[in-house]
T-cell receptor, first 114, second 111 residues
Framework: NAGVTQTPKFQVLKTGQSMTLQCAQD?????MSWYRQDPGMGLRLIHY???????DQGEVPNGYNVSRSTTEDFPLRLLSAAPSQTSVYFC?????????????FGPGTRLTVT | TQLLEQSPQFLSIQEGENLTVYCNSS?????LQWYRQEPGEGPVLLVT?????EVKKLKRLTFQFGDARKDSSLHITAAQPGDTGLYLC???????????FGGGTRLMVKP
């Protein structure tokens, strides 16, 4: 099993550009989520999905869109990149949401917006 | 939004020393998790604690969940350079659909 994979690993965007961060998992997990990690702030939840066709907002959803057409894939779209979105983005999956189930994280995408 | 406060934010110690890091909140949790993150990688789960007062051991790491289930601690005995990393606590919300992370404790163990 590959676990959780993310592409690209690094990305530089100009302000106003759009892009999609890809995330895929091969563990047949129902729950998937996107976090951003900024220095000193731990991880903050952007969006999550409890199953194919179902998505919901997390703590910091503004400027981001998600969709979940399959169990395996959960892409994150930046609509119009801003310097405040410079961060490291992590995708995670687990059997279920909440705090009892192990979250499996991808290796992250380091995004810089200039 | 549940707030998880971790202390200290940074800790630099010599190999062989003991240390304790803390995760505190004003909220009551049904469970709490500890993750370790190494540079350039995603967090990896160390332990989940679910019962107030519970103590779990993972080799030289001892995790404790507070009696009131509002706080937790991680104690490392005889720290080694391989323990270097960012330690994060996390707890789920009451609806069971979101996980909130603390700000983390960055540990450096010098040989």
């Amino acid at each position: 099993n590959a676990g959780v994979t993310q592409t690209p690993k690094f990305q530089v965007l100009k302000t106003g550009q759009s892009m999609t961060l890809q995330c895929a998992q091969d563990m047949n997990h129902e729950y998937m989520s996107w976090y951003r990690q900024d220095p000193g702030m731990g991880l903050r939840l952007i969006h999550y999905s409890v199953g194919a066709g179902i998505t919901d907002q997390g703590e910091v959803p503004n400027g981001y869109n998600v969709s979940r057409s399959t169990t395996e894939d959960f892409p994150l779209r930046l609509l119009s990149a801003a310097p405040s979105q410079t961060s490291v983005y992590f995708c995670a999956s687990s059997r279920q949401g909440g705090g009892s189930w192990e979250q499996y994280f991808g290796p992250g995408t380091r995004l810089t917006v200039t | 939004t549940q707030l998880l406060e971790q202390s200290p934010q940074f800790l630099s110690i010599q190999e062989g020393e003991n240390l304790t890091v803390y995760c505190n909140s004003s909220s009551v949790f049904s469970s709490l998790q500890w993750y370790r993150q190494e540079p350039g990688e995603g967090p990896v789960l160390l332990v989940t604690v679910v019962t107030g007062g519970e103590v779990k051991k993972l080799k030289r790491l001892t995790f404790q969940f507070g009696d009131a289930r509002k706080d937790s601690s991680l104690h490392i005995t005889a720290a080694q350079p391989g323990d270097t990393g960012l330690y994060l606590c996390a707890a789920g919300n009451n609806a069971g659909n979101m996980l909130t992370f603390g700000g983390g404790t960055r540990l450096m163990v010098k040989p």
